[in-house]
Antibody
Framework: EVQLVESGGGLVQPGRSLRLSCAAS????????MHWVRQAPGKGLEWVSG????????GYADSVKGRFTISRDNAKNSLYLQMNSLRAEDTALYYC???????????????WGQGTMVTVSS | SYELTQPPSVSVSPGQTARITCSGD??????AYWYQQKSGQAPVLVIY???KRPSGIPERFSGSSSGTMATLTISGAQVEDEADYYC????????????FGGGTKLTVL
């Protein structure tokens, strides 16, 4: 069964850091690009970041550029999101999503995890 | 920054055709993708590369794109199609940035 399972969310104070993980199974992880997408409570979807199959191409939304870092470990079938200098507006459900392709060009998210909640509050 | 614009809501009766639009300046050069999100669930890809349907998606879902507008069409909408629908694309600036439309709430009743 193809599956993505996110972890690492929680309550964190503004200005602090958090690292999200996404464990992939049921497909050849290093054949595909991967992405993080978030959804604030009661709001729409927001693309956060994407990484190509070999980490050679990476993109970030303007809202997180310079604060968040996406990475992957193909040996561990895992995707990560290091989030620094967190703000209240980063509060959201963070989804891990598999791309249909190996590269981050025209993104097509065909498999999604169930998400991990990040709450930034003092 | 690049934006995709969708109507906030669309309402149809069961069996009618629902059309949801998405406008964006880069759509003539970039593909549109459509996601369905039911309450409390993760999104599901229903259309990719403007008009292609993933396996398992009913044939009543179709997509098209012309100029700066992409359209998701649900022919013979059913009650179970009630959901939020989001279009997605990327900008054409050369720096890879993805963007979702604001979402459209489809009501079927």
């Amino acid at each position: 069964e193809v599956q993505l399972v996110e972890s690492g969310g929680g309550l964190v104070q503004p200005g602090r850091s958090l690292r999200l993980s996404c464990a992939a199974s049921g497909f050849t992880f290093d054949d595909y690009a991967m992405h993080w997408v978030r959804q604030a409570p009661g709001k729409g979807l927001e693309w956060v970041s994407g990484i190509s199959w070999n980490s050679g191409s990476i993109g970030y939304a303007d809202s997180v550029k310079g604060r968040f870092t996406i990475s992957r470990d193909n040996a561990k079938n895992s995707l990560y999101l290091q989030m620094n200098s967190l703000r209240a507006e980063d509060t959201a459900l963070y989804y891990c999503a598999k791309d249909m392709r190996a590269t981050v060009t025209d993104d097509a998210f065909d498999i999604w995890g169930q998400g991990t909640m990040v709450t930034v509050s003092s | 920054s690049y934006e995709l614009t969708q109507p906030p809501s669309v309402s149809v009766s069961p069996g009618q055709t629902a059309r949801i639009t998405c406008s964006g300046d880069a759509l003539p050069k970039k593909y549109a993708y459509w996601y369905q999100q039911k309450s409390g669930q993760a999104p599901v890809l229903v259309i990719y590369e403007d008009s292609k349907r993933p396996s398992g998606i009913p044939e009543r879902f179709s997509g098209s794109s012309s100029g700066t507008m992409a359209t998701l069409t649900i022919s013979g909408a059913q009650v179970e199609d009630e959901a939020d629908y989001y279009c997605y694309s990327t900008d054409s600036s050369g720096n890879h940035r993805g963007v979702f439309g604001g979402g459209t709430k489809l009501t079927v009743l």
